[in-house]
């Protein structure tokens, strides 16, 4: 009887502690215990307003380990979207150990390839309320949010203070942007007389800023074309760029966000992760994002003829391979209640590093051809006939042509931009089935 009694409690108590842990649980989740809910009111989220994607920069984009020893780094960013709060995510997402960062600054820029802030905006970035972080191997840290006015199209300076070199460093090689080192704690200097220069950046993945539920966000993925190659260093004259200034003059709220690498393909990587890989990281999730721009296939295309035999079995299984991939990314972008839009694959007949055939010209028609009609995309943007030459479709227009057949010139990436339909972005996926 007494063991039947014993038995009987405990079977109470365990139900009564359950109930008590699902109470105070359920409590738990709806009161705010951090800065960022406090700093969250009422029809306002979170949204990108400038980011880049990540990759292990190759020997030659690497900084020496001397230049992070006690050594700060002040990179400047062009941001799409304005506001009046910021936060910052800082990156060791290719990291094989703990990266420790421990003095950080945000202050508006006069404009890009300078140096100097204006020391008047000056706000020190803190993570859980402390100025320094130490940002496990693997992973992204997001700053507290700062107080700080940023117009639209403005330029922000990050500052950081860094006490030694990454164990492995996290970067983007093609920022076509200067960023400046210094030895010693300078973030929340107004100058640096004598920084070094360096186009890269470094331990940076995004900038939100808060701004209104009906405002979002477009993320561009691809390759070197989205990334910007052959544009002007600190001009930001990215066909992103351009598309960003469009958006604004229209009076849209939304950011733009270019998450292009330089050689980067669908299915393999290159000197960055495939991009089905980093699609989760680099598109869905980033704050805001309501709208994807996927252009990506030349360099698929094009690797399979310069680097193996291109036998007509292979071609016709990587173009298998490339409408699987992005029937893919729309499942999940579908499930985000985001837009996908694709883009077809531009021109580059005549490419003095891929030397295309008639085939693959026929394999990158048969590829544009599937984009524009298969349905599987929520809009379709066509870049190749932006680009193209009339007179010979399988090429790039001369003055769209940067002069190697494959990257566009500046009046190319314009036109590119100018070839996105605004209605496009004014349209809600939200609520599709």
């Not at 292009?260 to 989760?280: A, C, T, Y």
Request: hydrophobic share 40%; proline share 6%.
């Amino acid at each position: 009887m007494r063991s039947r009694q014993q038995g009987k409690c405990s079977k109470i108590a365990a139900a009564l502690t359950i109930i008590f842990t699902a109470g105070v649980l359920a409590g738990c989740a709806t009161a705010p215990d951090s800065a960022h809910d406090r700093a969250s009111p009422t029809g306002q989220h979170w949204v990108a307003s400038w980011g880049t994607a990540q990759l292990v920069p190759e020997a030659a984009n690497e900084l020496p380990a001397a230049s992070w020893r006690d050594a700060s780094m002040r990179q400047i960013v062009h941001l799409s979207l304005g506001g009046r709060q910021v936060r910052v995510r800082l990156t060791n997402v290719f990291g094989t150990a703990p990266l420790l960062v421990n003095a950080a600054s945000v202050a508006r820029a006069p404009g890009p390839g300078r140096a100097d802030i204006d020391v008047a905006t000056l706000q020190a970035l803190t993570f859980d309320g402390r100025r320094a972080v130490t940002i496990p191997a693997g992973a992204e840290y997001y700053s507290d949010p700062v107080a700080i006015e940023l117009p639209a199209g403005a330029d922000l300076a990050i500052s950081l203070h860094f006490p030694a070199e990454p164990a492995r460093q996290t970067s983007h090689s093609g920022a076509r942007t200067n960023s400046f080192l210094i030895a010693g704690n300078r973030t929340a200097d107004a100058t640096w007389p004598g920084a070094a220069k360096v186009a890269r950046w470094f331990s940076i993945a995004d900038v939100d800023v808060l701004a209104p539920h009906t405002a979002g966000a477009l993320v561009a993925i691809g390759d070197s074309i989205t990334d910007g190659y052959g544009v002007t260093t600190d001009g930001n004259n990215r066909w992103t760029d351009v598309l960003a200034a469009r958006l604004r003059q229209d009076g849209m709220a939304l950011g733009v966000v270019n998450a292009g690498i330089g050689g980067g393909r669908m299915l393999k990587d290159g000197l960055g992760p495939n991009l089905v890989s980093r699609f989760e990281r680099d598109v869905l999730a980033r704050a805001g994002v309501t709208h994807a721009l996927v252009l990506i296939g030349v360099n698929d295309l094009g690797g399979l003829h310069r680097n193996t035999p291109d036998l007509p079995g292979d071609r016709q299984q990587l173009l298998a391979d490339l409408r699987l991939a992005h029937r893919q990314l729309a499942i999940r972008a579908r499930e985000r209640g985001i837009c996908l839009i694709g883009a077809t694959v531009t021109p580059y007949v005549g490419s003095d590093y891929y030397h295309p055939e008639p085939a693959n010209e026929a394999d990158r028609q048969e590829l544009n051809a599937w984009i524009r009609t298969s349905g599987v995309f929520d809009a379709v943007v066509d870049f190749d006939a932006a680009l193209r030459d009339p007179a010979q479709p399988q090429r790039m227009a001369p003055q769209y042509d940067s002069g190697d057949h494959l990257h566009p010139s500046l009046a190319g990436y314009r036109a590119m931009a100018e070839a996105v339909p605004l209605t496009l972005l004014r349209q809600s996926c939200r609520s599709r089935p």
